[in-house]
Structures are given as structure tokens and as C-alpha cells.
């Protein structure tokens, strides 16, 4: 009997309960796996795609999702990897209940304090080109979605005083900054180093990050931008196709490591691929016996 081809896997992240039951609302025959670290996800199918959508709530933090997305990563090896969720807006124009994609994600606090002042060093990293592309796609027929493609703020910090030294300090270096928010450049960053796979940032606008953001929050603004960035996700999902035959791993990998002869060794399995073997070969048979 043969054994049916895994379906390829997207990596959907989240930091709030809110968030990650907005996007999980999309997900069918979910089934809950766990790493051997004891980070859980939730996986099962996008209808009517052939995406298998592993969701994960991480928690709050840059730092945190960085090292967390890269352990999803080389545990599940997912196409692509989505950080979804909540943020606030830096601009007058980008309202509340709004959507920002994120064209590229700050890291807002790099730089060099010096007598002069403060000089500041900008991090960057762009958002997925055939993602980002995919999701302009998408919104260009949902009525009920106002969506702005632009960078998007990595901080730290909850941002609730739009006069405060922080707001001024993005002002006026990140000013073309839509939304800050505080997980996405560590997520961007995780999938960029491990194996440079395709990630984006997509962000529901839930407040002003002004002094009214208790407000907003208590008007019930985080789950209805929370619903509206999880909408244009599995909106973007339905465009961008999977490359074929890249499915996802099933179990967590044992890397090895590289060999003059381009093989990969390590574990119980040498990797072939991209080198050459000359000599003998010792089978093991895979019911563990021999």
C-alpha cells in the first residue's frame, strides 16, 4: 500500500488567545502535536487549499518568537510562515479595524549612543515578495477589508501616549512606520535564517497607540482586528499556491553535518543528496530490526 504524500505546511503564529482563536476558526480536523521542547501547535487543513495549517500561540515578545519560530521551523519545516495578529497604528490614515501587510519590519531599537546624541542604526527585513503579492491579490476583492501595504514597527514596548519620547523617537525615524507592534521582526528574522523562507507580517489595527488605547481595546477593537487580519490571511493562503514537492517534515530532523563530499552525515542516515558515495553501504531496515 502506498503512503500517501504529506501536504505542504504553513506556519501561522500568533502572541494572543485572541488572535490565535481568530485564525484557528479557519482550520479544520485540527489535531494538537507537540515538540519534544513542549511548544504546541494545532494543525489540520485550510478548506478547498492544499495548505496544512500549523498554528501556534507564542506568546508576547521579539525575542521570544524569534527563538521560538526557529524551533517551529526545524521541527515542522513549513513553506511559509505568517505572524498574524493585533497592532497599533502610527498614522492617521490607517484606522482601526484596518489591516497593515507588513512590505518590511523594523527593529526599532538598534543604534549607537554617542555625546552627540543617540545614532540610530535601522534593521530591516522585507516581507516576502510572492506573499506580499499574493495578499494584494487577495484584497482587491473583499469589500469588507481596508488594507495599507507598508513597513510595520517591531518594539518592545506598549504604546499608549503618542507624545511620549518613544512615539516621537519613530516619528522621526521609522516615519513611514504604519503600525508598531512587538513580535514581527523576530519572527521575519527566524524564518531568514532558517532556510530563507518566505514570511510576512500581517497586522489588524486595534488601537491608535495614543492614551484612547484602553478604550479602543474595551470597545472590543483587538478581536474584531484580530478577525480582519486572520480574514486576509486565509485570503492570501487561497492565492499563493505550495511549491510541489516540499511538503512539510513529519518528524523533527537530525541535521548531521556536511562532508567534504557534499553528503550529509549524521544520525542514523547518511544524506546523499548534492554528493557523491563511493563505497560500501550498509542497509537498515525500517521496522528497527536490522
Known amino acids: 500500500m502506498s503512503v500517501p504524500e504529506p501536504q505542504p505546511t504553513v506556519l501561522v503564529l500568533t502572541a494572543l488567545p485572541l488572535e490565535y482563536d481568530a485564525v484557528r476558526a479557519y482550520v479544520e480536523k485540527r489535531q494538537e502535536r507537540v515538540h519534544t521542547d513542549g511548544t504546541r501547535v494545532e494543525q489540520g487543513q485550510l478548506a478547498d487549499t492544499a495548505w496544512q495549517v500549523a498554528i501556534s500561540e507564542l506568546g508576547v515578545g521579539a525575542d521570544r518568537a524569534a527563538a521560538l519560530t526557529t524551533q517551529l521551523i526545524n521541527w ?95 516619528r522621526s525615524n521609522y516615519n513611514d512606520a504604519g503600525a508598531i507592534e512587538m513580535e514581527g521582526f523576530g519572527a521575519l528574522q527566524a524564518a531568514h535564517l532558517n532556510g530563507q523562507l518566505n514570511a510576512l507580517v500581517i497586522r489588524g489595527i486595534s488601537d491608535r497607540a495614543d492614551a484612547a488605547k484602553h478604550e479602543a481595546d474595551a470597545s472590543g477593537s483587538q478581536q474584531r482586528a484580530a478577525k480582519q487580519a486572520a480574514l486576509v490571511t486565509v485570503a492570501l493562503l487561497r492565492k499563493h499556491r505550495p511549491r510541489e514537492g516540499s511538503a512539510g517534515a513529519e518528524e523533527e530532523p537530525h541535521r548531521g553535518h556536511r562532508g567534504d563530499d557534499g553528503a550529509t552525515y549524521g544520525g542514523d542516515h547518511i544524506d546523499f543528496r548534492g554528493g557523491t558515495f563511493n563505497g560500501p553501504v550498509v542497509g537498515k531496515r525500517v521496522d528497527g530490526r536490522g
Open 76 to 170: 515542522l519545516r513549513p513553506q511559509a510562515v505568517l505572524f498574524v495578529g493585533v497592532a497599533g497604528s502610527l498614522k492617521d490614515d490607517v484606522e482601526i479595524g484596518d489591516v497593515v501587510v507588513g512590505t518590511q519590519v523594523y527593529e526599532i531599537y538598534g543604534g549607537k549612543q554617542t555625546p552627540e546624541g543617540f545614532l540610530v542604526r535601522p534593521k530591516a527585513l522585507p516581507g516576502s515578495h510572492p506573499l506580499e503579492q499574493a495578499a494584494r491579490s487577495a484584497v482587491r476583492d473583499m469589500a469588507d477589508v481596508r488594507a495599507h501595504f507598508m513597513p510595520i514597527a517591531t518594539g518592545d514596548v506598549v504604546l499608549a501616549d503618542a507624545e511620549s519620547e518613544i512615539a516621537r523617537f519613530i
